[in-house]
């Protein structure tokens, strides 16, 4: 930069090359300000996706879980009933109402269990259309630049050809 002691000319030069300068810093950082707000777009986008990934497999895993305790819970009560009649029987004593208590708990967990498998069918049916939907959406949007790039391919070679052929009567 020239100082302003040189001259009012000189002054003035240096003084729209600062504003010249300043212009381009301005352009410069606008641009590179451009650039990070569509970084930390892009990098939200993708927290999203991670923590609507992260909710699915929590969900998944809580399914799981509540499915195993309802299997563990069944499998004790059947025992229990096993341990009972066996006992009941040995004494003489046995009757279906000393047991139905632990059969009307079986047959709560098992209608726990297939209502469970129900929405879990139903889950999985649901994700499984979602995935279709994407799936055809993504495959149409492909299919578009596809079918441009074919026409751009065919009429390529249809000039290719042409040109080829040209040659060969020049030659002749």
Do not use: W
């Not at 047991?99 to 999985?124: A, G, H, W």
Request: aromatic share 6%; glycine share 6%; charged share 35%.
């Amino acid at each position: 930069m020239i100082p302003l002691s040189l001259g009012a000319k000189e002054g003035f030069v240096s003084n729209q090359q600062d504003y010249i300068g300043e212009q381009d810093t301005s352009n410069a950082s606008s641009g590179a300000k451009e650039k990070v707000e569509d970084m930390f777009e892009r990098m939200g986008k993708t927290f999203k996706k991670l923590v609507r990934g992260a909710d699915q497999v929590v969900q998944v895993g809580k399914a799981k879980f509540d499915a195993t305790k309802l299997y563990r819970e069944r499998m004790n009560l059947f025992e229990h009933l096993g341990e009972r009649c066996f006992h009941l029987i040995q004494a003489g004593k046995f009757s279906t109402d000393d047991v139905s208590d632990i059969i009307k708990r079986i047959t709560q967990v098992n209608e726990q269990i297939q209502k469970q498998m129900r929405d879990e069918d139903d889950q999985q049916g649901f994700e499984a259309a979602a995935k279709t939907k994407t799936s055809e959406k993504k495959t149409s949007a492909a299919k578009q630049p596809q079918k441009a790039a074919v026409k751009k391919k065919t009429s390529s070679k249809k000039t290719s050809k042409t040109t080829s052929s040209t040659k060969k009567t020049q030659k002749k």
